[in-house]
């Protein structure tokens, strides 16, 4: 499993929709070939809507998209990393209810 970085506070996007926005943020140790698992239930959801990831290309600097593989299972969101090779800071934005 890839190294897990902080996941931040989940964000309230919709309030009258339930929706919700965590944001997970990984460690630069992160390759592009871990995997992730966020427990949904942590979060107050069980069911994702989408997942939008970015990396830095250069550490500190350059951001691009790279969004991940992505399953979800008993409550739990399976991320794998995919795309950019090397370790790099991972940001994904996964949308959730």
Not at 38 to 53: A, E, F, H, N, R
Not at 82 to 97: D, E, L, N, P
Request: with cysteine.
């Amino acid at each position: 499993m890839g190294d897990l970085g902080e996941v931040g506070t989940n964000v309230d996007m919709f309030p009258n929709l339930g929706g919700t926005i965590i944001e997970l943020v990984t460690a630069s140790s992160v390759v592009h070939t871990d995997t992730i698992t966020v427990d949904l239930g942590k979060y107050g959801c069980s069911t994702v809507q989408g997942v939008i990831g970015f990396v830095e290309t250069a550490t500190g600097s350059e951001v691009t998209q790279e969004d991940p593989t992505t399953a979800v299972s008993a409550g739990t969101l399976t991320l794998t990393v995919t795309g950019t090779a090397g370790a790099k800071v991972r940001t994904y934005y996964i949308f959730a209810q």
